[in-house]
Antibody, heavy 122, light 109 residues
């Protein structure tokens, strides 16, 4: 059973850097075809895909936020970390960690963490 | 502004059918697979349909997906009060970056 659990501060100040950690179990971050990504959802709004890291260290970022995002994995800790710089109140959202099943051109988010609400406010 | 376009809401009486559309382009849906996610208030989304039309284990066959060209649809037949939720379509762009629709709220009348 794949389990993903997010951890992060609940409150960050504008201009600060946010660090989100996803601790995974039930699969290996080096298993061929495995990926872990981040998706966020502002209160009352739609899902927004942010970033993804694959088993082979392939990276993908959403174009609109690419300059502010860095995703990395620590296989020894079974963790994926996303950092987002220069936080703004508009970044207030629930951030979800997701497992991506990828086989060739087929890929989808088959497991989701419970989400962590991050509020940006001074 | 979401990349994929969905109607904000659909509704029908119990037992009836609703169809949720998801419109994209050749840069995303036209050349990639579509998945659908169901989200109840206050909870994380759950995979409902993958690879355009496949259901994960445990998803009732009342839910079905299809894709044609640059659009996809999610059909819910035999609508139940427990189906009231938000539904999101998702796909990928040419660089295999994820894209989502704006979500559709299903209301059972």
């Amino acid at each position: 059973q794949i389990i993903l659990k997010e951890s992060s501060p609940t409150l960050v100040k504008p201009t600060q850097t946010l660090t989100l950690t996803c601790t995974v179990s039930g699969f290996s971050l080096t298993t061929s075809g495995a990926g872990v990504g981040w998706i966020r959802q502002p209160p009352g709004k739609a899902l927004e895909w942010l970033a993804l890291i694959y088993w082979n260290d392939g990276l993908r970022y959403t174009p609109s936020l690419k300059s502010r995002l860095t995703i990395a994995k620590d296989t020894s800790k079974n963790q994926v970390v996303l950092t987002m710089t220069n936080m703004d109140p508009e970044d207030t959202a629930t951030y979800y960690c997701v497992h991506v099943a990828a086989v060739g051109s087929r890929r989808y988010f088959d497991s989701w963490g419970q989400g962590t609400l991050v509020t940006v406010s001074s | 502004q979401s990349v994929l376009t969905q109607p904000p809401s659909v509704s029908a009486a119990p037992g009836q059918k609703v169809i949720i559309s998801c419109s994209g382009s050749s840069s995303n849906i036209g050349n990639n697979y579509v998945s659908w996610y169901q989200q109840f208030p206050g909870t994380a989304p759950k995979l409902l349909i993958y690879d355009n039309d496949k259901r994960p284990s445990g998803v009732p066959d009342r839910f079905s997906g299809s894709k044609s060209g640059t659009s996809a649809t999610l059909d819910i037949t035999g609508l139940q009060t427990g189906d009231e939720a938000d539904y999101y379509c998702g796909s990928w762009d040419a660089s295999l970056k994820g894209v989502f629709g704006g979500g559709t709220k299903v209301t059972v009348l």
